[in-house]
């Protein structure tokens, strides 16, 4: 059995002034989707609407761009807010797939808890105050008949831009000083590794309760392979000093080693890789191929206009094939 598994960071996807038509993206983004064939993607940058009279935040710009294709009959899971069930304003966490869910949950601060944090970089001392996460990450499972179930983590870890520091910046883009950008580039890793340490905790959660469990994790770490949010979920036996442990690792499905062609983003002229699809030891072994669509991507660093915008993304997706024998 082939089973196809995508992330694709689409990259702030909306209806409104702010953005590039939809009409304008609906095209590039639905041939992007069609060449993925995947029979499960993960989504992220997927901005909810609220039409008025609506009680609850609804993905009406999803709904045009999946119009006709074949993921407009998957099922569908995505990030909800705990008081009205619908979606959040911007950076939804939406995951498509071919076959049912068995399990859906969000997990925001479940196994991590906020981190008790007192700004110092201030000339006033600051109450101590909760660091919190912005975005949950979002599990899903389903079963395949004969061969198990399938959890699916798809996450989006925070940019490594800094956070705000109370009364630190002169402008929406200028800092006071370099010790409160420092600080604030600080609590921005601390909030970044934080979802790693969380997503690593859950899936070892999962493996507590199954050995043999088939775990992906997926999504936009913001973050190359190297990097301390990837080596806090991959948790190698090289990194551990211990090789019984190595059938928890995560294994990055790319490769611990990065070359010309493997990138999902350009950045100032730069080719890196922050999109990662990340496999459970033995479920890594039945992977068959990785395919990154990074042909057209334009460097994320130009500026532009609202009117010339690109329509697509400034990420590549990236599919995993898996071969999960016969049948």
């Known amino acids: 059995m082939r089973l196809r598994v995508a992330t694709f960071n689409i990259e702030n996807l909306d209806i409104g002034p702010k953005y590039p038509p939809i009409e304008a993206r609906i095209p590039t983004l639905q041939a992007q989707l069609h060449r993925l064939d995947a029979d499960v993607i993960c989504l992220q940058e997927v901005n909810g609407q609220k039409p008025p009279g609506a009680k609850a935040r609804r993905l009406d710009a999803l709904d045009l761009v999946l119009r006709g294709t074949k993921y407009e009959a998957f099922h569908r899971a995505h990030s909800t807010r705990e008081n009205t069930g619908g979606a ?24 991590v808890p906020p981190i008790a944090y007192r700004f110092v970089s201030i000339p006033e001392p600051e ?3 909760a660091i919190r996460w912005e975005r949950p990450l979002l599990l899903t499972a389903f079963e395949l008949p004969g061969r198990g179930i399938i959890h699916v983590v798809n996450l989006h870890l925070r940019a490594p831009l800094a956070s705000p520091v109370p009364g630190a910046k002169l402008s929406a883009h200028a800092w006071r000083d370099t010790s ?16 790693a340490l969380e997503a690593r905790l859950l899936a070892d959660a999962i493996l507590d309760r ?42 990055p499905l790319g490769g611990h080693e990065t070359n010309e062609r493997q990138f999902t983003m350009v950045l100032a ?19 068959r191929s990785v395919t990154i669509d990074n042909d057209a991507l334009l460097d994320a660093a130009e500026r532009e206009d609202i009117g010339s915008l690109r329509p697509g993304s400034h990420h590549a997706s990236v599919v995993a094939e898996f071969d999960l024998g016969a049948g």
């Not at 002229?269 to 992977?287: E, N, P, T, V, W």
Request: with cysteine.
């Open 180 to 195: 409160s950008w420092a600080e604030g580039y600080y609590v921005a890793e601390m909030k970044r590794s934080g979802q």
């Open 88 to 111: 959040f304003d911007a950076h939804n966490l939406v995951t498509l797939s071919r076959f049912p869910f068995s399990e859906v949950r969000q997990v925001l601060h479940t196994y």
């Open 127 to 129: 109450p101590e105050i």
């Open 210 to 251: 199954d050995r043999q469990a088939a775990i992906i994790v997926c999504g936009d770490f913001n973050a190359e392979v190297n990097d301390t949010p990837l080596q806090i979920l991959l948790a190698g036996p090289e990194d551990t000093g211990n090789a019984d442990l190595a059938w928890r690792a995560m294994v």
């Open 269 to 287: 002229g730069r080719k890196i890789m922050l999109d990662h699809i990340l496999a459970s030891a033995r479920l890594a072994l039945a992977c």
